[in-house]
């Protein structure tokens, strides 16, 4: 800098001083060359330090902690609140207020283990309330769950007819010891009175005992502290979310909220486009309606928007799954890894990225590790069950479920999963009383009967799984229930329900109803493309309905895309021993003497397809044998005459697909 300063000047002279002060700087250099050092006193360096942040009295102290909160510099805020503190002793102010500055700035530079020690030091959060909102909030933020709801804090809610705190268990403060004599005089606060009244701590208090009540899984005090801090406090926005997330309320207070908020969008329709609050639960909507690209849009440019938003994370990372999306999945993993090491969805993040590349072992391992980190993540232990069921592991992933309707109580997602893992196992008295359960808390849910009806069709109640299938179809449409199948297939559908469309083509072939059945899998044909599975059942009906030629064109489409189909090739063998059979009959009704043996014989060994070729020689065969024809197995009609008594295992198992349920 002083060599810039030099140069400047010069350049600033006139031409007269100019050579002069040349000559000087020429010889500076050279000086400066022949050293090769340059030394500074730092005596010089302090020269022109500001003085007055030597001695700082507290208010130029509180300026400084200000400016660099502002700035968000924690550190530097920390020491200066630091100073602050030690200042403020010196001036003999009032120890209430010098405590409480210090508590609540260190509260703003997130130094949560100081508050603590502080506050347990000279028992100041059973004294004042003001001290009990930062002692509980920093043992809440702290993970320190079990800790804060033995807090004694029941006397600063005593006297307040206007919250029901009956079943939360707060202790009471036994005894009252402060260690410092300096804070005998209650009439010293004020000035914390004055800001505990402004600010509503008693309503934080309460926020910070719901969540922690959450953790330990005592959801009726939950629900009650979150509760009476909404009612003490109606802009308190973090209780209202955790009650409606968490099914915290009663129907007639869940109505009631659900009001408040659709009242609150229309107050300000422009801004809720840009809340970013709302905009997850319109994501969240589109999710539930299997719209999975599009709710992947909206979370992806909030993410964008704003940052790593957290309640955005869950939806997100939820539709990259359904979409397999495994490079942006590998992308944010490393991402939530970096930025919170410490958090539940980072490797919540992670494990599913493992689960889309199909490494179940690390899928396992890191979903674990998420669940272990937060015994209560409902949504990491349903993901760790689906993880363990598709390894196989049913009985483990029946633990987690079990676990998972623990934690998210009133939740039918656990329910539904617990009743498809009973029904694997073909237990499907408790299969039904569980999905029973499931319907009960979500009757809405199109997903619920959806399941319904595959286990419905499980038991060959064929009528009523079409009509599940059907309400299902009716409440993602948002049609009527009374609305026709061809209606219902008009409406717009995204490939996520591909599956039910299939299935409710499944049902109308088991009801021989084949026109409509050929309607649904041609439907599901446009959501998903070469699906195997929707050109075989479409042969299949196609078969029933004795119309080989575009029979065997579906079957040959999904032999084509999957040769080694062992249903298919079943199917397939199912419809020539079918259409083997007919021909001996044909042979019957025209053996009455308008064809010989001979000319019948040579009818029936020109082929109709080109892979009748062997069915066609095992007819000749039955002809030596007086046309006594064989008794052979069709898969494709359900009466024992025909010898088809047993289950259709392979459709049953391809048929009524569970795919649709959500990680």
Not at 4 to 15: A, D, G, Q, Y
Not at 430 to 456: M, Q, Y
Not at 634 to 653: Q, T
């Amino acid at each position: 800098l002083w060599f810039i300063k030099v140069v400047s000047t010069c350049l600033r002279m006139p031409p007269s001083a100019k050579d002069t002060k040349t000559a000087q700087f020429r010889d500076i250099v050279i000086k400066m060359e022949e050293e090769d050092t340059f030394e500074f006193s730092v005596s010089d360096l302090f020269k022109n330090h500001d003085k007055t942040l030597l001695d700082v009295d507290p208010e130029e102290a509180e300026k400084q902690v200000e400016r660099y909160l502002k700035i968000g510099d924690s550190i530097n805020a920390e020491y200066w609140v630091d100073r602050l503190f030690a200042v403020s002793c010196s001036r003999d102010s009032l120890p209430w207020t010098r405590y409480g500055k210090l508590v609540q700035y260190l509260a703003r530079c997130q130094k949560y283990l100081r508050i603590v020690a502080i506050c347990e030091r000279f028992n100041l959060h059973v004294r004042h309330v003001f001290f009990m909102h930062y002692y509980v909030l920093a043992l809440t933020e702290r993970r320190l769950h079990h800790q804060a709801i033995v807090v004694p804090c029941a006397q600063f809610f005593r006297e307040d007819d206007s919250i029901d705190l009956s079943e939360v268990p707060l202790l009471e403060a036994s005894s009252v010891s402060i260690v410092d004599p300096e804070f005998a005089h209650d009439e010293d606060t004020e000035e914390l009175d004055v800001f505990t009244l402004e600010n509503n701590l008693r309503a934080t208090v309460l926020l910070s005992l719901g969540r922690s009540f959450l953790h330990t899984e005592n959801r009726a005090a939950a629900g009650k502290c979150l509760l009476a801090a909404h009612r003490l406090d109606k802009s308190n926005l973090q209780a209202e979310n955790l009650l409606v997330s968490n099914s915290l309320l009663s129907a007639t207070d869940e109505e009631e909220f659900l009001r408040y908020r659709e009242l609150r969008r229309e107050a300000n329709e422009e801004a809720v486009k840009r809340d970013p609050r709302e905009m997850v639960l319109m994501a969240t909507k589109h999710y539930d309606d299997g719209d999975m690209l599009t709710a992947n849009k909206m979370t992806t440019k909030l993410i964008d928007t704003t940052g790593l938003y957290q309640d955005a994370l869950l939806i997100h990372l939820a539709t990259l799954y359904h979409l397999e999306d495994a490079d942006r999945l590998f992308l944010l993993a490393h991402r939530l890894v970096d930025a919170q090491p410490d958090s539940e969805l980072s490797w919540y993040a992670v494990s599913l990225y493992y689960f889309v590349c199909k490494n179940m072992h690390a899928a396992k391992s890191f979903m674990n590790k998420a669940t272990t980190m937060n015994e209560c993540f409902g949504e990491g232990w349903l993901a760790f069950g689906h993880i363990l069921a598709y390894d196989c592991e049913h009985e483990q992933a029946m633990n987690c479920y079990l676990r998972a309707a623990r934690v998210l109580e009133k939740r039918f997602e656990p329910l539904l999963y617990i009743a498809m893992g009973h029904c694997y196992t073909n237990n499907l008295k408790l299969a039904s009383d569980f999905v029973e359960d499931s319907c009960t808390l979500g009757n809405r849910s199109p997903i619920v009967w959806h399941e319904k009806g595959c286990l419905l069709y499980s038991k060959r109640m064929y009528s009523e799984s079409l009509d599940c299938f059907m309400k299902a179809l009716a409440i993602i449409t948002r049609s009527p229930e009374s609305s026709t199948q061809e209606h219902l297939l008009e409406r717009p559908l995204g490939q996520y329900w591909e599956p039910l469309v299939n299935n409710i083509g499944h049902a109308n072939r088991k009801l021989h109803r084949f026109d409509d059945a050929i309607a649904c899998h041609l439907k599901a044909l446009l959501l998903v493309p070469q699906q195997v599975t929707t050109l075989t059942s479409l042969a299949m009906c196609f078969a029933c309905q004795e119309n080989y030629t575009m029979a065997t064109q579906y079957f040959h489409q999904a032999l084509a895309i999957k040769p080694f189909s062992q249903y298919t090739k079943l199917a397939l063998e199912a419809m020539i021993s079918q259409e083997q059979t007919l021909t001996v009959e044909e042979a019957r009704q025209k053996r009455d003497g308008s064809l010989s043996l001979d000319e019948l014989k040579a009818e029936l060994s020109t082929p109709r397809h080109p892979f009748m070729d062997q069915a066609n020689q095992m007819v000749t065969e039955n002809m030596r044998r007086d046309f006594v024809p064989r008794k052979h197995t069709n898969l494709l009609c359900r009466c024992e005459e025909c010898g088809g008594g047993g289950e259709d295992d392979e459709m049953a198992a391809a048929g009524p697909s569970t795919s649709t349920t959500p990680c």
